[in-house]
């Protein structure tokens, strides 16, 4: 099975950035869905950004919208750039990946991912 590993995290002051990257143990082909979700303490894990590997169809949440961007570097690298971090983007990271054959939208819900790394702490400060 494939592995997941999430690096890049940090701390950094408002307003700052950080950019995450996903390493797969193997290649992702086009049948996958691929995305970074956040747990806060207390809170439940929830999606940030989704990719399709063939269609490229991306979704967002709302509050990271115009903020962070998902892309795929290469068949085995998934990153998410973080900008203008905010104190309530502190969260553990994950990457996640999940086999969707059809090219359409893969949504936000991480109870449709099965596959997840270890994550990444990113800590803003105010």
């Known amino acids: 099975q494939v592995r997941l590993v999430e690096s890049g995290g940090g701390s950094v002051q408002a307003g700052g950035s950080l950019r995450l990257s996903c390493t797969a143990s193997d290649y992702i082909s086009s049948n996958y869905c691929m995305g970074w979700f956040r747990q806060a303490p207390g809170k439940e894990r929830e999606g940030d950004a989704t990719i399709h590997t063939g269609g490229g169809t991306i979704d967002y949440l709302d509050s990271v919208k115009g903020r962070f961007t998902i892309s795929r570097e290469n068949a085995k690298i998934l990153s998410l750039q973080m900008n203008n971090l905010q104190p309530e983007d502190t969260a553990m990271y994950y990457c996640?990946?999940?086999?969707?054959?059809?090219?359409?939208?893969?949504?936000?819900?991480?109870?449709?991912?099965?596959?997840w790394g270890q994550g990444t702490q990113v800590t803003v400060s105010s």
């Open positions: 996640a990946v999940t086999f969707r054959p059809r090219a359409d939208s893969c949504g936000i819900k991480s109870e449709d991912f099965a596959k």
